[in-house]
Nanobody, 129 residues
Framework: QVQLVESGGGLVQAGGSLRLSCAASGRTFSNYAMGWFRQAPGKEREFVAAISRSGGSTYYADSVKGRFTISRENAKNTVYLQMNSLKSEDTAVYYC??????????????????????WGQGTQVTVSS
């Protein structure tokens, strides 16, 4: 079992920045690729970003590329999502998730929700225009 706890959400004006954190506990953090997803009211949960177990590879949805940065500190069992130039359409609940290699198999699958084994409870991000 892995427990994931997100923090750092809040209310920010358009054009502003926020940094989300996701703290993991329970199993060896470096065994998991990590992802961030988000869900806006009335919409499906969608992929935002993912990072490999070592942190050497990162992946982004087109909608956030160039504005968001995912990173991780394995020594602190934490993954981050730095969000810059925020837009009103970024308003959503943001979730972090952990994926074992045996589940996602290939990095090309890290945008798929079902390829993740564990999920956090989410943190609300609201961007006012």
């Amino acid at each position: 079992q892995v427990q994931l706890v997100e923090s750092g959400g809040g209310l920010v004006q358009a054009g502003g920045s926020l940094r989300l954190s996701c703290a993991a506990s329970g199993r060896t953090f470096s065994n998991y690729a990590m992802g961030w997803f988000r869900q806006a009211p009335g919409k499906e949960r969608e992929f935002v970003a993912a990072i490999s177990r070592s942190g050497g590879s990162t992946y982004y949805a087109d909608s956030v590329k160039g504005r968001f940065t995912i990173s991780r500190e394995n020594a602190k069992n934490t993954v981050y999502l730095q969000m810059n130039s925020l837009k009103s359409e970024d308003t959503a609940v943001y979730y972090c998730a952990a994926a074992l290699t045996s589940t996602y198999y290939s990095a090309s699958n890290l945008h798929i929700r079902s390829k993740y084994d564990y999920w956090g409870q989410g943190t609300q991000v609201t961007v006012s225009s």
